[in-house]
């Protein structure tokens, strides 16, 4: 990054709870460090797996992303909701920012918004695309 004049506040780096608990080779030492750079960790698919409250605290993160399999049950299970819910307020009370994968509906956009969620990513913003078209797409916001 220093040969090349790359700013670590513009990299995101995702990782699996997975990932983390399988670690042997360091990598949760030098995430910590590249986070106090300024570099943007996620910690990918919160919720399936290995997944622990406790991890939020342990791991050096600045991200939370909820999984998708929460977003499909958002607008039709309670418990989903506030499971959800739960995640978004503990991570944000932690200075965390929070992602929810796989929105596809406004219904859900709204849902998670007024929950406070801070970003979303799924098919409601759009399909995956080839980079000619990505061009096209922020374009069309005036950018």
Aim: with cysteine.
């Amino acid at each position: 990054m220093r040969k090349f004049d790359i700013d670590y506040r513009k990299i995101k780096f995702e990782i699996t709870e997975t990932q983390i608990l399988t670690d042997k080779g360091g990598i949760v030492k030098f995430l910590g460090r590249m986070l106090k750079t300024g570099l943007d960790i996620s910690l990918d698919d919160f919720g399936v797996g290995f997944s622990s409250i406790k991890n939020m605290i342990l791991f050096p993160i600045s991200e939370i992303k909820i999984d998708k399999s929460f977003t499909d049950k958002l607008l039709h299970d309670e418990k989903t909701e506030v499971i959800v819910e739960s995640i978004i307020h503990a991570a944000k009370k932690s200075g965390y920012k929070v992602t929810a994968e796989g929105v596809e509906t406004k219904r859900q956009f709204e849902k998670l918004r007024h929950m406070g969620c801070d970003k979303i990513q799924g098919y409601y913003i759009s399909k995956p695309m080839p980079p000619e078209g990505i061009v096209a797409f922020v374009r069309s916001f005036g950018l």
